[in-house]
């Protein structure tokens, strides 16, 4: 199964851009790359995905590289609401073709004033 | 269109009772899951369902059991609470098609003394 790798913690500047990176070495050629984020416990808040091409959205951009193997997460403009812990997700497919949502580590953001 | 409602959102349990957590989604998804985030963790997969009548195991399915009988609804069963067993559970599900959305309830707080 492709497995995802973030970084633990970061930090960032308020107003600064946040960069998040994301591995996923082993994804597959048609499985989608999910972030989400979560604050205090509360449901996880869907940001954005994508499948090879960079997207961008009212909240954040999604950069893939070519070989599909990493992405980043990009919040342009970093405010105190953005401090959260934030998910990588690859889409997975297991032997028998079913499909079950497999979560990175996630990165701790802390944005600071 | 509400989404994914879970029902109760805090509930305390003596150890060796049982319950129900209650999930319904009204986006007539197939995929549905279960999670649990114990303190300062990530998220762990329950089980999932790729549709009515059929549901598999995830990460950590002892102590739990589940049933998809309608499409709408993804009930988590605890039979014997443990304190082993205190977290916060989220249920999720997501259209079939490649790069849909996944959504998730905004979660239930679950203690066993």
């Known amino acids: 199964d492709a497995k995802t790798t973030q970084p633990t913690s970061m930090d960032c500047a308020e107003g600064r851009a946040a960069n998040l990176p994301c591995n996923h070495s082993?994804?597959?050629?048609?499985?989608?790359v999910y972030w989400y984020r979560q604050i205090h416990s509360q449901g996880p808040q869907y940001i954005i995905h994508?499948?090879?091409n960079n997207e961008t959205n009212e909240m954040a951009s999604l950069i893939i590289t070519e070989d599909r193997k990493s992405s980043t997460l990009i919040l342009p403009h970093a405010t105190l609401r953005d401090t959260a812990v934030y998910y990588c997700?690859?889409?997975?497919?297991?032997?028998?073709?079913?499909?079950?949502?497999?979560f990175g580590t996630g990165t701790r953001l802390t944005i600071i004033p | 269109n509400a989404g994914v409602t879970q029902t109760p959102k805090f509930r305390i349990l003596k150890i060796g009772q049982s319950m129900t957590l209650q999930c319904t989604q009204d986006?007539?998804?197939?995929?549905m899951y279960w999670y649990r985030q114990d303190p300062g963790m990530g998220l762990k997969l329950i089980y999932y369902?790729?549709?009515?009548?059929?549901?598999d195991k995830g990460e950590v399915p002892n102590g739990y059991n589940v049933s998809r009988s309608t499409t709408e609804d993804f009930p988590l069963r605890l039979e014997l609470a443990a304190p082993s067993q205190t977290s916060v559970y989220f249920c999720a599900s997501i259209g079939t098609g490649v790069g849909n959305t996944i959504y998730f309830g905004e979660g239930s707080w679950l203690t066993v003394v």
């Open positions: 369902s790729v549709g009515a009548g059929i549901t």
């Open positions: 997700i690859v889409r997975v497919a297991n032997n028998f073709g079913n499909e079950k949502l497999t």
């Open positions: 082993t994804i597959s050629g048609n499985e989608y």
């Open positions: 986006m007539n998804h197939n995929y």
């Open positions: 994508g499948l090879k």
